[in-house]
């Protein structure tokens, strides 16, 4: 979109705040939603993030009016849209929504499709068009008025879907995966540009999507959800650095995950079994925040999270745990494998003296031959989380 845009925005409003308690929502016997609550205040995004069959968009549907809760309640900008009782129709909650299928009316102009909810508010005439105009020109679209939606690309036809969703002012927008059908290319560009117009205009949104990328560029909050429940709901930069559980450290691939104990004072990296001990190292040096799920007396068996960029690979003679580098762990591991991207090399490095559960993945600009034998891994602890093993 041209950058004239940022200096004509006209659109400025503070958006609805968003309650959500105790939400269910049943299919049958199954357990689509199991208990979400969450409150988002006026005017900030929220991303929803997870795997497929997550909860999602059942939890969209929701806000939007399409579905009914089984038990709980949503309320926007603080009227209760949604209860046991209570239920307010999608076209009175103020809202608008974006798909990932664009859902334009064919029949209709560019023009026609974006000044809909306008005209249905009995605007006409020069207003509307003016309004429309303007709405066009936001989303990088100024001139597309008089096109047809077939007679345009699939990024321009999202374009269009926004300036629709945008044009009345809603106090809440709603995404559903707007950017899946898009190129990455597209997706990129497409997605910082949403984030930029969602910032300008003050409006509260919630965005749905699997791609923590996306998530992260365009929202405030993001909000990890596993078996319809929200596991972890927190700023992009705490998600990455402090994952709050093993499933989020696994869906947003932050590192190798490994078998391991912890008796509150020492951390051992072990066989599954628990039966052999590759290495060890004080618990203090993780986290804080790592360390302190547990402060067990015994040995509580649990994982290691060990990410990409905490690890260093060196020779093995010049690797020790000296006491210049106090906080180092090395460990000696094996190349298996290098994959070449983007100007680096992916390897995969197996644990010496452990089961395959214990290897990790590191960034080299060198390519390393299994013939090169023995690496060490410098890995600092600071970087490394504990997960104990949760309770059946
Ligand atoms: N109308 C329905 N009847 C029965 N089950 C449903 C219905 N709608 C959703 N579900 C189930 O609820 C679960 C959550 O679905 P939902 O569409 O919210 O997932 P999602 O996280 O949005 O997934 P995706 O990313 O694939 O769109 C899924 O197991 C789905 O099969």
């Given at each position: 979109?041209?950058?004239?845009?940022?200096?004509?925005?006209?659109?400025?409003?503070?958006?609805?705040?968003?309650?959500?308690?105790?939400?269910?929502?049943?299919?049958?016997?199954?357990?689509?939603?199991?208990?979400?609550?969450?409150?988002?205040?006026?005017?900030?995004?929220?991303?929803?993030?997870?795997?497929?069959?997550?909860?999602?968009?059942?939890?969209?549907?929701?806000?939007?009016?399409?579905?009914?809760?089984?038990?709980?309640?949503?309320?926007?900008?603080?009227?209760?849209?949604?209860?046991?009782?209570?239920?307010?129709?999608?076209?009175?909650?103020?809202?608008?929504?974006v798909?990932?299928?664009?859902?334009?009316?064919?029949?209709?102009?560019?023009?026609?499709?974006?000044?809909?909810?306008?005209?249905?508010?009995?605007?006409?005439?020069?207003?509307?068009?003016?309004?429309?105009?303007?709405?066009?020109?936001?989303?990088?679209?100024?001139?597309m008025?008089?096109?047809?939606?077939?007679?345009?690309?699939?990024?321009?036809?999202?374009?269009?879907?926004?300036?629709?969703?945008?044009?009345?002012?809603?106090?809440?927008?709603?995404?559903?995966?707007?950017?899946?059908?898009?190129?990455?290319?597209?997706?990129?560009?497409?997605?910082?540009?949403?984030?930029?117009?969602?910032?300008?205009?003050?409006?509260t949104?919630?965005?749905?999507?699997?791609d923590h990328?996306?998530?992260?560029?365009?929202?405030?909050?993001?909000?990890?959800?596993?078996?319809?429940?929200?596991?972890?709901?927190?700023?992009?930069?705490?998600?990455?650095?402090?994952?709050?559980?093993?499933?989020?450290?696994?869906f947003?691939?932050?590192?190798?995950?490994?078998?391991?104990?912890?008796?509150?004072?020492?951390?051992?990296?072990?066989?599954?079994?628990?039966?052999?001990?590759?290495?060890?190292?004080?618990?203090?040096?993780?986290?804080?925040?790592?360390?302190?799920?547990?402060?067990?007396?015994?040995?509580?068996?649990?994982?290691?999270?060990?990410?990409?960029?905490?690890?260093?690979?060196?020779?093995?003679?010049?690797?020790?745990?000296?006491?210049?580098?106090?906080?180092?762990?090395?460990?000696?591991?094996?190349?298996?494998?290098?994959?070449?991207?983007?100007?680096?090399?992916?390897?995969?490095?197996?644990?010496?003296?452990?089961?395959?559960?214990?290897?990790?993945?590191?960034?080299?600009?060198?390519?390393?031959s299994?013939?090169?034998?023995?690496?060490?891994?410098q890995?600092?602890?600071?970087?490394?989380?504990?997960?104990?093993?949760?309770?059946?």
């Amino acid at each position: 979109m041209p950058n004239t845009r940022v200096a004509s925005a006209p659109i400025s409003q503070l958006g609805a705040s968003i309650e959500v308690q105790q939400l269910k929502r049943q299919f049958g016997t199954f357990e689509a939603l199991r208990g979400i609550d969450f409150s988002l205040p006026a005017g900030r995004v929220l991303a929803l993030l997870g795997p497929s069959g997550c909860g999602k968009s059942t939890l969209l549907k929701l806000l939007a009016g399409l579905d009914r809760p089984s038990s709980g309640s949503i309320s926007l900008g603080g009227r209760l849209v949604a209860d046991a009782k209570a239920f307010v129709p999608p076209q009175q909650r103020k809202l608008g929504m974006v798909f990932q299928d664009y859902a334009l009316w064919p029949h209709m102009s560019v023009a026609g499709n974006v000044g809909f909810a306008l005209r249905m508010q009995g605007l006409g005439g020069r207003e509307l068009d003016l309004r429309v105009e303007r709405v066009l020109q936001q989303v990088g679209l100024a001139s597309m008025g008089k096109r047809a939606p077939s007679a345009l690309s699939g990024g321009q036809q999202q374009r269009v879907a926004l300036a629709r969703a945008i044009v009345a002012q809603p106090a809440l927008l709603l995404f559903d995966e707007p950017l899946s059908n898009l190129d990455r290319d597209l997706r990129e560009s497409l997605c910082g540009e949403i984030g930029q117009l969602l910032r300008e205009m003050g409006t509260t949104a919630v965005y749905v999507t699997h791609d923590h990328e996306e998530a992260c560029a365009i929202a405030d909050e993001v909000a990890v959800m596993f078996h319809g429940q929200i596991a972890q709901r927190s700023s992009a930069q705490q998600l990455w650095g402090a994952p709050a559980h093993i499933d989020v450290a696994r869906f947003l691939k932050l590192g190798a995950l490994l078998p391991a104990w912890h008796d509150g004072q020492t951390i051992g990296l072990a066989e599954a079994n628990g039966s052999h001990t590759v290495a060890t190292w004080p618990a203090a040096w993780l986290a804080p925040t790592g360390a302190a799920q547990t402060s067990a007396a015994q040995r509580v068996p649990g994982h290691v999270l060990v990410p990409e960029d905490a690890i260093r690979l060196t020779a093995v003679q010049a690797a020790t745990n000296s006491a210049q580098e106090p906080k180092a762990l090395v460990l000696p591991a094996q190349v298996v494998e290098q994959q070449y991207t983007s100007g680096r090399y992916r390897t995969r490095l197996q644990l010496v003296g452990a089961g395959p559960e214990h290897h990790v993945h590191a960034w080299t600009r060198e390519r390393l031959s299994q013939a090169q034998g023995s690496v060490a891994l410098q890995v600092d602890p600071a970087q490394m989380r504990w997960f104990a093993a949760q309770a059946a």
